[in-house]
């Protein structure tokens, strides 16, 4: 069984940047891909950003190229998602996922279907 914990969130002006964090319980964290999905309201989950075991390969959603960074901690079983120059349309519950099925595969998914664990999600909301 693997619990994932966001924490970061909150309320940020158009513009400025926020860095969500997820702790992974579980000594096989390190085999797993870690992605970031994220719900609006009325919408459905969507992918944001994706990273391997080792940390060499990402892949992020079109809307946030450029702007989201994700990066993960094997040590401390933690990954990671720094968001710059928010927008509005960046507000929605935020969650963490983990694909325990991935092993050392290069590749990151962007189906939901193929993560495994999710965490409880953390709010961020951006003013215009």
């Known amino acids: 069984q693997v619990q994932l914990v966001e924490s970061g969130g909150g309320l940020v002006q158009a513009g400025g940047s926020l860095r969500l964090s997820c702790a992974a319980s579980?000594?096989?964290?390190?085999?797993?891909?870690m992605g970031w999905f994220r719900q609006a309201p009325g919408k459905e989950r969507e992918f944001v950003a994706g990273i391997n075991w080792s940390g060499h390969s990402t892949d992020y959603a079109d809307s946030v190229k450029g702007r989201f960074t994700i990066s993960r901690d094997n040590a401390k079983n933690t990954v990671y998602l720094q968001m710059s120059s928010l927008k509005p349309e960046d507000t929605g519950v935020y969650y963490c996922?983990?694909?325990?099925?991935?092993?050392?595969?290069?590749?990151?998914?962007?189906?939901?279907?193929?993560?495994?664990?999710w965490g409880q999600g953390t709010q961020v909301t951006v003013s215009s």
């Open positions: 579980g000594r096989t964290f390190s085999y797993y891909c």
């Open positions: 996922a983990a694909d325990a099925s991935s092993g050392r595969r290069y590749y990151v998914s962007q189906s939901s279907d193929e993560y495994d664990y």
